[in-house]
C-alpha cells in the first residue's frame, strides 16, 4: 500500500474522539490520564499529534499503542529524526545526544527496525468529522498564508510544505507575542502540538496542546493535555510529575 501523507476520519457514532499533546515516551501518564477521563477503548478513538517518542523512558512502548486500534497518530518532528538518522551520522549524534533519543542506544536491533517500520507509516495531517465540526490534526504548524484546502493538496507534493508541518513555531511565536492569530480558513479546528505552553494556548481556531508531558525540569510545564474533540470540546490534563516517572530528556 503506498504512503499516504493525509488521512480523514467520519465522524464516531458510537463515543468520544479525543486528542492528545506530545507523548514523549510518557505512555503510562497517558494510561493514567484516559482513565481520568473515562476513556472507553471498545468506543472512543484518541488521536496523538506526534512525538511520541523522545525524552520520557517509556519510548519503547510507542510500538505497543501504534498497534491498538483505537489509537491513531501523524508523525512529529522526533518520529522524522529517528527515521533521517539512519543515513546521517551527523544527525543521529545530535538526536541522540541532545534531542532527547538516548534510549535509542539501549534498543535491539530487531526493536529498532520495528519501531521503524510502524513510525514510517505515520501520516503529517488527520482531519476528523466531529460534533464541534471538522477538526484537522498536525504536529507543528501549517504556512500562514494557506487554507486547510491548500494545505492538504500542497502538503502531499511539496517537500518544504511537510517540513513546516513537522518544524515550524511561526504560528506559534506569533500568538504568543501578539496574543491573537488569524483562524485558518477551510476548517472548523486545527490542533497543534510540537510547541510548548504552560496551558493549551487557544487563537481563533487554533489549539497548541504541547504542555511539555516529559519536560517537569521546568516549572511551568509537566503536563500532559488530553482534548476532547467529539461530540463537545473539553480539556483533561494530569501533572507528569505526580507519577514520579524518570525521563531521559537532555
Not at 140 to 149: H, L
Not at 196 to 211: C, E
Request: overall charge negative; glycine content about 8%.
Amino acid at each position: 500500500m503506498p504512503y499516504t501523507p493525509f488521512k480523514f476520519f467520519a465522524k464516531n457514532q458510537q463515543g468520544k474522539d479525543f486528542v492528545v499533546g506530545d507523548i514523549h515516551g510518557s505512555f503510562t501518564a497517558l494510561e493514567h490520564l484516559l482513565k481520568q477521563a473515562a476513556f472507553q477503548p471498545a468506543t472512543d478513538r484518541l488521536f496523538a499529534v506526534g512525538d511520541l517518542i523522545d525524552r520520557g523512558a517509556e519510548s519503547p512502548r510507542v510500538t505497543e499503542f501504534l498497534n491498538y486500534p483505537w489509537f491513531y497518530s501523524i508523525m512529529g518532528n522526533h518520529e522524522r529524526m529517528l527515521l533521517d538518522s539512519v543515513d546521517d551520522p551527523n544527525l543521529y549524534k545530535s538526536w541522540t545526544s541532545y534531542n532527547g533519543g538516548t534510549w535509542w542506544n539501549s534498543v535491539s536491533e530487531q526493536q529498532r527496525d520495528t519501531i521503524r517500520q510502524a513510525v514510517v507509516e505515520l501520516p503529517i495531517a488527520f482531519e476528523v468529522a466531529t460534533g464541534i465540526g471538522r477538526v484537522g490534526i498536525v504536529h507543528a504548524d501549517i504556512p500562514n498564508t494557506m487554507s486547510w484546502t491548500q494545505f492538504v493538496q500542497e502538503m502531499q507534493s511539496n517537500p518544504e510544505c511537510t517540513e513546516y508541518a513537522l518544524w515550524s513555531r511561526n504560528r506559534f511565536r506569533r500568538i504568543r507575542t501578539l496574543g491573537c492569530g488569524s483562524p485558518i480558513q477551510g476548517i472548523d479546528h486545527v490542533v497543534f502540538g510540537h510547541s510548548p505552553t504552560p496551558q493549551v494556548l487557544q487563537a481563533g481556531n487554533v489549539h497548541f496542546i504541547d504542555t511539555g508531558a516529559a519536560l517537569q525540569e521546568e516549572a511551568e510545564l509537566g503536563t500532559l493535555t488530553l482534548l476532547q474533540i467529539h461530540p463537545k470540546l473539553r480539556t483533561h490534563q494530569l501533572n507528569t510529575r505526580t507519577l514520579n516517572l524518570p525521563n531521559t530528556a537532555e
